[in-house]
Nanobody, 127 residues
Framework: QVQLVESGGGLAQAGGSLRLSCAASGYTFNNYAVGWFRQAPGKERDFLACSSRTGVFTYAKDSVKGRFTISRDNAKNTVYLQMNNLRPDDTAVYYC????????????????????WGQGTQVTVSS
């Protein structure tokens, strides 16, 4: 069965860094675009960054651009989110998702289009 398992979350100080990983199994990883989202208490799950299935094209929302970087290693069936210069308002549960895409440069920002999700990993940033 399809599984996405996030790891790498935890407690960080403001200005610090964390690297999240999302390991995929049960499907052909390089047929799927991937994305990172986060959800703070009482809020919706928000898009952060996406990568095309080949990794050639990536996109991050403006509010995290320059701080967060998505990447993927198709040989390891893993997608990463490098988070630098963390702020207290980055505190949330972080999720990775996967969506089937034919196009090699397709990058999906709409969470409703994602087929698979991980269980999430908590990131807490202290001031």
């Amino acid at each position: 069965q399809v599984q996405l398992v996030e790891s790498g979350g935890g407690l960080a100080q403001a200005g610090g860094s964390l690297r999240l990983s999302c390991a995929a199994s049960g499907y052909t990883f390089n047929n799927y675009a991937v994305g990172w989202f986060r959800q703070a208490p009482g809020k919706e799950r928000d898009f952060l960054a996406c990568s095309s299935r080949t990794g050639v094209f990536t996109y991050a929302k403006d509010s995290v651009k320059g701080r967060f970087t998505i990447s993927r290693d198709n040989a390891k069936n893993t997608v990463y989110l490098q988070m630098n210069n963390l702020r207290p308002d980055d505190t949330a549960v972080y999720y990775c998702g996967a969506v089937f895409r034919v196009g090699s440069t397709d990058c999906v920002t709409n969470r409703n289009l994602y087929s698979y999700w991980g269980q999430g990993t908590q990131v807490t940033v202290s001031s």
